[in-house]
């Protein structure tokens, strides 16, 4: 076989693929806040960052300032907001144009910036949280943790890194904890809208020096030590644990930028125990000092570096095909036929005239 260089990677691949082009055009960007993030259902928060009248959390949808503000009579949220600080409480406020908002799939906060949304999020969710469903919805969740991390890197291949799970193989501890038969069985299950979730498999936590067994804390109606996976369109990832739950939510804040907020949940009745040790649980793998969470942003920032703005494009493959099993490229596959959707072009082709 000839040596290959650039022009050989330039080809037309024969299997499934994407140009690297949508991850770092400015024009992309700029037409994904449009076309995208102004249409969808946006989990800002949750319910349990707001239960007193008058708390209050902002964020950005698409670049329009956005608060979620608890009245005392139900939650509502509004744009246009002049308010700038994260989180606080007000008692009286005048926000101007009103929209959009639901608590749905353990208390999230949900908002869209489309004033007549055609789906209400459990339509636009599409059956993506039923797995999950009897143990974030049957106990009051809480969240106990939150921090946000701006990294170099666009938003959809932090996304990327939630839907496959072949850089797994990075994760020293996923290594040593969880290839077992049954992880290599879980299955990778699309919904519409471009949602995918992961089946559960049994995590074995002991393998790992110095951890021991999670079940005794297990979320309702899960047996022990399971772990779910949610990743709904366009980029918002749902974690379960079994004894703790993560969500993450991205805002996009250029091609090669994203803001991403984590935050960790136990019950709302834990004991002062029972929390310290989900506590533990989460850091341990998702803290900024745990086994997972910084290889996964090393990861994606290191991608980011070589998809930059006026990079030579190239192609991405997604052509594994494997019954839909845990290495299955079917979820990118599934996300990005949707995003072609929305966005009126191809991922293959996307600067095509
Ligand atoms: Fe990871």
Same mark, same amino acid.
């Given at each position: 076989?000839?040596?290959?260089?650039?022009?050989?990677?330039?080809?037309?691949?024969?299997?499934?693929?994407?140009?690297?082009?949508?991850?770092?055009?400015?024009?992309?960007?700029?037409?994904?806040?449009?076309?995208?993030?102004?249409?969808?259902?946006?989990?800002?928060?949750?319910?349990?960052?707001?239960?007193?009248?008058?708390?209050?959390?902002?964020?950005?949808?698409?670049?329009?300032?956005?608060?979620?503000?608890?009245?005392?009579?139900?939650?509502?949220?509004?744009?246009?907001?002049?308010?700038?600080?994260?989180?606080?409480?007000?008692?009286?406020?005048?926000?101007?144009?009103?929209?959009?908002?639901?608590?749905?799939?353990?208390?999230?906060?949900?908002?869209?910036?489309?004033?007549?949304?055609?789906?209400?999020?459990?339509?636009?969710?599409?059956?993506?949280?039923?797995?999950?469903?009897?143990?974030?919805?049957? &106990? /009051?969740? !809480?969240?106990?943790?939150? *921090?946000?991390?701006? =990294?170099?890197?666009?938003?959809?291949?932090?996304?990327?890194?939630?839907?496959?799970?072949?850089?797994?193989?990075?994760?020293?501890?996923?290594?040593?904890?969880?290839?077992?038969?049954?992880?290599?069985?879980?299955?990778?299950?699309?919904?519409?809208?471009?949602?995918?979730?992961?089946?559960?498999?049994?995590?074995?936590?002991?393998?790992?020096?110095?951890?021991?067994?999670?079940?005794?804390?297990?979320?309702?109606?899960?047996?022990?030590?399971?772990?779910?996976?949610?990743?709904?369109?366009?980029?918002?990832?749902?974690?379960?644990?079994?004894?703790?739950?993560?969500?993450?939510?991205?805002?996009?804040?250029?091609?090669?930028?994203?803001?991403?907020?984590?935050?960790?949940?136990?019950?709302?009745?834990?004991?002062? &125990? /029972?929390? !310290?040790?989900?506590?533990? *649980?989460?850091?341990? =793998?998702?803290?900024?000092?745990?086994?997972?969470?910084?290889?996964?942003?090393?990861?994606?920032?290191?991608?980011?570096?070589?998809?930059?703005?006026?990079?030579?494009?190239?192609?991405?493959?997604?052509?594994?095909?494997?019954?839909?099993?845990?290495?299955?490229?079917?979820?990118?596959?599934?996300?990005?036929?949707?995003?072609?959707?929305?966005?009126?072009?191809?991922?293959?082709?996307?600067?095509?005239?």
């Amino acid at each position: 076989m000839p040596p290959r260089n650039h022009n050989t990677w330039l080809k037309k691949p024969s299997v499934e693929y994407i140009s690297s082009e949508i991850y770092s055009s400015h024009a992309i960007y700029k037409q994904e806040q449009e076309d995208i993030f102004s249409k969808v259902w946006v989990p800002v928060c949750h319910l349990s960052e707001m239960y007193n009248k008058g708390d209050y959390r902002t964020t950005q949808i698409a670049g329009q300032n956005v608060i979620a503000w608890n009245t005392g009579n139900g939650l509502k949220a509004y744009m246009n907001s002049n308010i700038y600080q994260p989180a606080g409480n007000i008692t009286t406020a005048d926000f101007g144009k009103e929209l959009p908002c639901e608590v749905k799939h353990g208390q999230m906060v949900w908002v869209t910036l489309d004033p007549n949304p055609t789906q209400s999020v459990e339509e636009w969710t599409a059956g993506a949280f039923d797995c999950i469903t009897d143990a974030i919805d049957t &106990e /009051e969740l !809480e969240v106990f943790h939150y *921090h946000k991390a701006v =990294i170099d890197t666009n938003y959809k291949l932090w996304h990327d890194t939630n839907s496959e799970f072949y850089h797994d193989f990075m994760h020293y501890f996923n290594r040593v904890s969880g290839f077992n038969d049954e992880y290599f069985a879980r299955k990778n299950i699309p919904f519409d809208n471009g949602h995918v979730n992961v089946s559960s498999f049994t995590v074995n936590y002991e393998e790992y020096d110095g951890f021991e067994d999670r079940g005794e804390l297990s979320f309702p109606n899960l047996p022990p030590n399971q772990w779910y996976m949610v990743d709904l369109f366009p980029g918002f990832n749902f974690n379960l644990r079994g004894s703790a739950y993560r969500s993450d939510t991205v805002t996009p804040l250029g091609p090669n930028k994203v803001l991403i907020e984590f935050r960790g949940y136990g019950l709302r009745k834990d004991t002062k &125990e /029972e929390r !310290e040790t989900r506590i533990k *649980h989460h850091n341990s =793998i998702w803290g900024p000092f745990g086994r997972n969470l910084h290889e996964d942003l090393i990861g994606v920032a290191g991608q980011g570096t070589t998809m930059r703005e006026g990079t030579e494009p190239r192609n991405i493959l997604h052509g594994r095909h494997e019954n839909g099993t845990i290495h299955d490229e079917i979820g990118m596959r599934h996300y990005y036929e949707k995003w072609g959707d929305f966005m009126g072009m191809s991922p293959s082709l996307p600067l095509a005239a």
